[in-house]
């Protein structure tokens, strides 16, 4: 069955860098782009970038470029979301979900969510 | 693209009906022939789920009192009849144009 497997809540201070993991199991790696998307406390969901594994490219929303670095290691399904710079607004739960590389848009797998929490 | 809800807001009575409305600022109707226009489902505590895919087609195990409409800018999500277990925010998504965007959520409660 299908697996989106996320690491755990990272306490960071401002300006230092946060790495987050995102596990795949039960299909093709390389069939289904990864996005990020996050969400401050109480708030709504925002698109943060993508990552294809098939042939790593990327794309970052405005705000996050410069910033935000999304990686993958094929050999072990598993994509990577680093923030750098990190602010007191960078605090928010980051979720992978996956997007078919072939048809439409569906993010029907979503991992559990990673929160980051950035305090002096 | 900008996707706007309403309300932002929803109480009902288990058994009665719940219409969520959703408005994006340009077309979300691609030259694919596809409106890329999605519904997900946060309940409490938990991460997004998907409800309904293209405007209508609802999800895998999604029961069928959920229905999503509509076309170009302005679309609809149903619920006929609400259950306890509906409660939750309903966000709707636009992949039509990178960045992907979602509209502010619409929290619903039970009454």
């Known amino acids: 069955q299908v697996q989106m497997v996320q690491s755990g809540a990272e306490l960071k201070k401002p300006g230092a860098s946060v790495k987050v993991s995102c596990k795949a199991s039960g299909y093709t790696f390389t069939d289904y782009y990864l996005h990020w998307m996050r969400q401050a406390p109480g708030q709504g969901l925002e698109w943060v970038g993508y990552?294809?594994?098939?042939?790593?490219?990327?794309h970052y929303a405005q705000k996050f470029r410069g910033r935000v670095t999304l990686t993958g290691d094929t050999s072990i399904s598993t994509a990577y979301m680093e923030l750098n710079g990190l602010r007191s607004d960078d605090t928010a739960i980051y979720y992978c979900?996956?997007?078919?590389?072939?048809?439409?848009?569906?993010?029907?797998?979503w991992g559990q969510g990673s929160l980051v929490t950035v305090s002096p | 693209i900008v996707m706007t809800q309403t309300p932002l807001s929803l109480s009902v009575t288990p058994g009665q009906p719940a219409s969520i409305s959703c408005k994006s600022s340009q077309s979300l109707l691609q030259t694919d022939g596809k409106t890329y226009l999605y519904w997900y489902l946060q309940k409490p505590g938990q991460s997004p789920q998907l409800l309904i895919y293209?405007?209508?087609n609802r999800f895998s195990g999604v029961p069928d009192r959920f229905s999503g409409s509509g076309s170009g800018t302005d679309f609809t999500l149903r619920i006929s009849r609400v259950e306890t277990d509906d409660v939750g925010v309903y966000y709707c998504?636009?992949?039509?144009?990178?960045?992907?965007?979602f509209g502010q959520g619409t929290k619903v409660q039970i009454k």
């Open positions: 990552f294809y594994p098939y042939n790593a490219d990327t």
């Open positions: 998504m636009q992949s039509r144009q990178l960045p992907w965007t």
């Open positions: 979900t996956r997007d078919p590389a072939y048809g439409g848009d569906e993010l029907d797998y």
């Open positions: 293209e405007v209508s």
